[in-house]
């Protein structure tokens, strides 16, 4: 009975440790709405602010990778090739009978980096969780370790809200 | 307790992986591009004082930089893309390793001066933009007239297309004004042999000046056509003129001609 325990206790620990890491983001960032249960992927407000979409966009990336569906990433990275391409390979794996499995960034800072014209320029300090996927049903598992990066986003206003045109990586 | 924690790293293996590292592209040792999947699909920028730090550390190798379009694309225009990093705006470039004709897998977000620091505006920059121009292709004129020709007769040709074409463009935020000049042309007469084209500095003449002449020895329909071999140069404001060092080739459209043959009719006056 002691190894059955230990397992099941393991598995719940793990769980508990799966749902901290996911939680992780949302817990560390600083509240952006009024019900914190409320998630960023519910309706923007009236008028959005930059730093409110791009965390409500971060959050529509973790679930497309752990889903499948792009639609709604998509929706929010109108010309921005790099997100049509990862939406690309996820839908690929996914169709392949492959998944992703991503716990998402924890959004360290949002900092304005410029404009051009009416496009706005974030970097986003992030530390990314590890992500564990695999390309198809027969492929091998794989592992990203994640880790901190700055991203940089390019915005584009639209209706109240923004778009992605445009998504780097800055090195540092 | 000692089976735990074999069983825990066990556990922790199947649900995280293999710690392992991240796949790494050479050059883009300072964007964790692998760290996660849309990591992998980006670009990655650096700024000037960053593609400094690199050139310094790999000063067995010389770089050149290129203007590129847009962030992760590889692609180059005469006009760099606008790009923003350290709250400086900048000029987006490819940055190029000794002849390497494939650019390093990050790009440079540089400032006017540095991008005239790392070489700037070089006649590589300026050949790239030279290539990617649209020039003038050459219209072939050929004499007889309303394309039909006689079999076994010298049929004229000829390009009104002599005269330097210049266009001014924005390089690292300086106009450089190109001028392609036709030096060379190359006549396909169309009769189905490679071997009958004829290559000439002369762009021909109109009748009865005949320079560039064939004779079609088969009645049918043919479509010649002239290629336009044009050698450029640059200035930089109102600076010097400089060489390119490449041509550049515009091929020119055919035309239909149709050969025919005469018959000689006796009449009276």
């Known amino acids: ?172 | 307790m000692r089976r735990t924690l074999p069983i825990l790293a066990l556990l922790f293996v199947a649900l995280f992986g293999m710690p392992q590292l991240a796949l790494s592209k050479e050059g883009a040792t300072q964007c964790s591009s692998a760290g996660d999947l849309g990591g992998v699909r980006e670009g990655c920028i650096k700024s000037g004082s960053e593609t400094n730090g690199y050139i310094s550390a790999h000063s067995d190798h010389t770089y050149s930089i290129r203007p590129a379009c847009e962030i992760g694309g590889l692609a180059l225009c005469a006009e760099p893309g606008r790009c923003s990093i350290d709250g400086h705006d900048g000029n987006l470039f490819n940055v190029y390793q000794d002849a390497d004709p494939e650019p390093l897998d990050w790009q440079a977000c540089l400032t006017d001066q540095e991008a005239e620091h790392l070489g700037g505006i070089t006649p590589g920059v300026v050949q790239h933009a030279f290539e990617w121009l649209t020039w003038p292709v050459s219209p072939l004129v050929v004499q007889p007239p309303k394309g039909r020709t006689l079999v076994n007769f010298d049929t004229n040709f000829y390009t009104t297309n002599t005269s330097p074409t210049t266009q001014t463009v924005t390089l690292i935020g300086q106009p450089v004004t190109i001028e392609a000049t036709p030096t060379q042309y190359r006549w396909h007469f169309g009769s189905g042999a490679d071997d009958t084209d004829r290559i000439t500095t002369d762009p021909g003449a109109a009748y009865p000046d005949l320079r560039v002449t064939y004779r079609y020895l088969h009645v049918g329909t043919v479509r010649p056509s002239l290629d336009t071999t044009y050698a450029g140069r640059y200035r930089v404001g109102t600076g010097p003129w400089r060489t390119i060092p490449d041509t550049l080739t515009v091929p020119g459209a055919p035309v239909d001609l149709q050969v025919v043959s005469a018959t000689p009719h006796l009449v009276g006056y």
């Not at chain 1, 519910?42 to 973790?62: G, L, M, N, V």
């Not at chain 1, 360290?108 to 049903?137: F, N």
Request: proline share 7%; net charge positive.
């Open chain 1, 1 to 172: 009975m002691a190894p059955r325990r230990t397992i099941a206790g393991l598995l719940a620990a793990s769980v508990l440790v799966l749902t901290g890491c996911g939680g992780g983001s949302s817990v560390a960032d600083p509240p952006v709405q009024s019900s914190p249960t409320s998630s960023p992927t519910s309706d923007p407000p009236a008028q959005e602010t930059a730093e409110h979409f791009i965390r409500r966009w971060a959050e529509a990336e973790k679930q497309m990778e752990n889903t499948g569906k792009t639609a709604a990433y998509l929706s929010m990275s109108r010309q921005c090739t790099s997100c049509r391409q990862l939406a690309a390979d996820i839908r690929g794996f996914y169709a392949a009978g492959g998944f992703a499995r991503w716990v998402g960034w924890r959004i360290l800072t949002i900092k304005p980096a410029g404009s051009h014209g009416q496009d706005k320029v974030y970097d986003v300090t992030v530390d990314s969780g590890p992500t564990r996927y695999r390309e198809s049903g027969t492929s091998p598992i794989k592992h990203l370790k994640g880790g901190p990066a700055t991203h940089q986003l390019v915005l584009k206003p639209h209706d109240n809200s923004w778009l992605v045109v445009q998504k780097a990586q800055i090195a540092r």
